[in-house]
């Protein structure tokens, strides 16, 4: 496995991180292990979670795969690069969810408690909070970093415009800089090429891209004459309608007819096509997936 710098950090990363974000709905805790060793023995050692996960869930299975993630690396906490993330919903009350202070500062302990370690290397705000200022989140994850609980921090599902603001915040008030962007990207979603890409690879802001594979879409096992099969991302809780949203068109499945004769005619499979392709790009750093839709 090869590994490459977190952007402009001296953090080591494997060039494939496993995204867990099944881990407790989709698939069980053996199953979910099961996956992990397979990883580990593939030499990936870039694990992410978030404190909303399992995928399709709601707040009361919300903190199930990060329990089941820190259950795993117990006696093996050194030899894994840890991301998680928070910002969604994770209780009753409406200071349970967002980027402020408060959240921020609880929801960091709260992970660190169910993934049984005192620091994860990577803490991420997984969506932008339009209700909080710019600058007390940026805050909040300077106090993260500089009270031990994080090594780095970062951003999943911002515009480009917000990273580049949130850049140049965090130089002007002399906080700790983002390593980090997870966005999505894959052969069938590529908006980001326009701006996001272009600016993480001037700034030196490694790219962790999310959905690969399209949801699964793009390992060339789904069909459009067959309806989305069930438990997969496609119906899966308070997933599906979403997935089903940004994949489940005809236009998609046409584009992946003549993706699997590329394929084809290259000797690949359509899934190490699909991650080879998005790793051919200069500004990805490490895409987060794994093969099961």
């Known amino acids: 496995m090869d590994h490459v710098n977190l952007g402009r950090t001296g953090l080591a990363v494997s060039r494939l991180c496993l995204g867990t974000m099944t881990f407790g709905l989709q698939c069980d805790e053996v199953q979910s292990h099961a996956i992990l ?33 820190g259950g795993w690396l117990q006696g093996k906490r050194h030899d894994f690069v840890l991301a998680t993330k928070c910002v969604g919903r994770m209780g009753p009350r ?26 994860v290397d990577l803490y991420q705000l997984h969506m932008y909070d339009a ?13 993260v970093v500089r009270s031990g609980k994080a090594r780095y921090v970062g951003v ?21 800089p983002l390593a980090s962007v997870q966005p999505r990207y894959n052969l069938l979603f590529r908006a980001f090429e326009r701006d996001l890409l272009p600016l993480c690879r001037e700034e030196g802001v490694a790219v962790i891209p999310y959905n690969p594979l399209a949801g699964g879409l793009l390992t060339g ?19 599906g309608a ?26 690949l499979s359509m899934t190490t096509m699909a991650v080879g392709w998005v790793l051919a790009n200069p500004a990805i750093t490490a895409p987060s997936s794994w093969t099961t839709a």
């Open 131 to 143: 209700t909080t200022p710019l600058d007390e989140a940026l805050e909040a994850l300077d106090t």
């Open 221 to 239: 096992k789904h069909r459009p004459t067959e309806k989305p099969p069930e438990g997969s991302r496609f119906t899966l809780g308070t997933a």
């Open 37 to 69: 060793d397979k990883a580990a023995e593939g030499g990936v050692y870039f694990l992410d979670t978030a404190d909303v996960y399992p995928l399709g869930g709601d707040i009361q299975t919300a903190g199930r795969t990060e329990e089941i993630v």
């Open 156 to 176: 999943s599902n911002w515009p480009a415009y917000k990273v580049a603001r949130a850049i140049g915040r965090a130089e002007v008030k002399g906080l700790v």
């Open 242 to 267: 979403m997935y089903q949203a940004r994949y489940w068109h005809d236009r998609q499945f046409e584009a992946i007819q003549a993706l699997e004769t590329l394929a084809k005619d290259a000797g």
């Open 94 to 119: 409406p200071w349970d969810q967002g980027m402020s202070r408060k959240h921020v500062l609880d929801a960091v302990d709260a992970s660190l408690r169910r993934l049984r370690t005192d620091y």
